[in-house]
Nanobody
Framework: QVQFVESGGGLVQPGGSLRLSCAAS????????MSWYRQAPGKERELVAS????????NYASSVKGRFTISRDNTANTVYLQMDSSKPEDTAVYYC?????????WGQGIQVTVST
């Protein structure tokens, strides 16, 4: 059974930092491209960042480039999203996603709110 446990969300002030984690089980984690998506109220789900199986290649949405960092630890089956210089427009539910030849799975989502 594939399962993701997302953690690290919550309330942060503008300019602050949060670190999201997504721990996976039930898959060969190192075989999957991992991504973070987000969905704000009334908006489409959008890709925030992705990372290759080895961690050697990363991609970011233009809106977060230079502020967010995606990383992974294949020994811990975990992907991270370091969010720095947060803005109110980063407020959304954040989802991790695993994509590979054997399938495509999503985490349950975690709320991030950037506000004073």
């Amino acid at each position: 059974q594939v399962q993701f446990v997302e953690s690290g969300g919550g309330l942060v002030q503008p300019g602050g930092s949060l670190r999201l984690s997504c721990a996976a089980s039930g898959i060969t984690f190192s075989s999957y491209v991992m991504s973070w998506y987000r969905q704000a109220p009334g908006k489409e789900r959008e890709l925030v960042a992705s990372i290759s199986t080895t961690g050697g290649t990363t991609n970011y949405a233009s809106s977060v480039k230079g502020r967010f960092t995606i990383s992974r630890d294949n020994t811990a089956n975990t992907v991270y999203l370091q969010m720095d210089s947060s803005k109110p427009e980063d407020t959304a539910v954040y989802y991790c996603r695993a994509l590979g030849s054997r399938g495509n799975w999503w985490g349950q989502g975690i709320q991030v709110t950037v506000s004073t």
